[in-house]
Nanobody, 122 residues
């Protein structure tokens, strides 16, 4: 079994910074792409950023220049550094990862964390 656990969410002021972490654990053979998504009240879940195992990165236009995604492959962890957040960044943030498990390494399965609330206040 595999588990993704997010941490670091909470209340952040406009112009402040916050760092989210997401650690994958379990019988992991390898992890392909990792990423962050978010869902604001009354809106659909949307992509924030993704990072491949090799370090290729993709950002949503709305966060480019303000958010930075990174990962530590040795720790099976992905991070999201949020700088200069705006009110519209308030949402539940979810991490996800494409994971190959021991004993089934031919198949990549998409796993999701439980979500962490980020609230940007003035």
């Amino acid at each position: 079994q595999v588990q993704l656990v997010e941490s670091g969410g909470g209340l952040v002021q406009l112009g402040g910074s916050l760092r989210l972490s997401c650690a994958a654990s379990g019988s992991i053979f390898s992890i392909n792409t990792m990423g962050w998504h978010r869902q604001a009240p009354g809106k659909q879940r949307e992509l924030v950023a993704t990072i491949s195992r090799g370090g290729s990165i993709n950002y949503a236009d709305s966060v480019k220049g303000r958010f930075t995604i990174s990962r530590d492959n040795a720790k099976n962890t992905v991070y999201l550094q949020m700088n200069s957040p705006k009110a519209e960044d308030t949402a539940v943030y979810y991490c996800n990862a494409e994971i190959r498990m021991h004993g089934a390494s031919w198949r990549a399965v998409d796993y999701w964390g439980q979500g962490t609330q980020v609230t940007v206040s003035s």
